[in-house]
C-alpha cells in the first residue's frame, strides 16, 4: 500500500507560478516502482492527466495544453514528485492530485491505470 500527500495549492492571479509537492510513503521493493502522474479535475469536468513520469524520471508526458508551461520532476532518495506550473490561467483552475502506478520497468509513462491517489490540492487562478 502506497499512501500519496499533496501540498503547494493555493490561490494565484494569472500569469503566477505555484509548485505542487507530492510524498509518497509506504511499501517499496527493488523489484518494482510507481509511474507517477499528476490529475486534474475541474468543477462539472473529468479528471484528466495533466502530466505523468517514468520510474527512472527519464521519460515524460505533459497534455497539450501545459506544455512549456508546467515541469514534471521526482527525487527518489525523497519519495517525492513536482509538478512545477508557471504562467497559470484561469482555466488551470482545478483540484489536482497526484498518483502513482506500479511498474516494472523504469522508462515506462503510465497514461491511466493508476493504482493510488492522493487527496487532492485545490489549484485557483483568478483572472
Known amino acids: 500500500q502506497v499512501q500519496l500527500v499533496e501540498s503547494g495549492g493555493g490561490l494565484v492571479q494569472a500569469g503566477d507560478s505555484l509548485r505542487l509537492s507530492c510524498v509518497a510513503s509506504?511499501?517499496?521493493?527493488?523489484?518494482?516502482?510507481?509511474?507517477m502522474g499528476w490529475f486534474r479535475q475541474a468543477p462539472g469536468k473529468e479528471r484528466e492527466l495533466v502530466a505523468a513520469i517514468s520510474w527512472s524520471g527519464s521519460n515524460t508526458y505533459y497534455k497539450d495544453s501545459v506544455k512549456g508551461r508546467f515541469t514534471i520532476s521526482r527525487d527518489n532518495a525523497k519519495n517525492t514528485v513536482y509538478l512545477q506550473m508557471n504562467s497559470l490561467k484561469p482555466e488551470d483552475t482545478a483540484v489536482y492530485y497526484c498518483a502513482a502506478d506500479t511498474v516494472y520497468y523504469d522508462t515506462y509513462v503510465a497514461r491511466g491505470g493508476y493504482d493510488y491517489w492522493g487527496q487532492g490540492t485545490q489549484v485557483t487562478v483568478s483572472s
Open positions: 509506504g511499501h517499496t521493493s527493488s523489484s518494482y516502482g510507481y509511474a
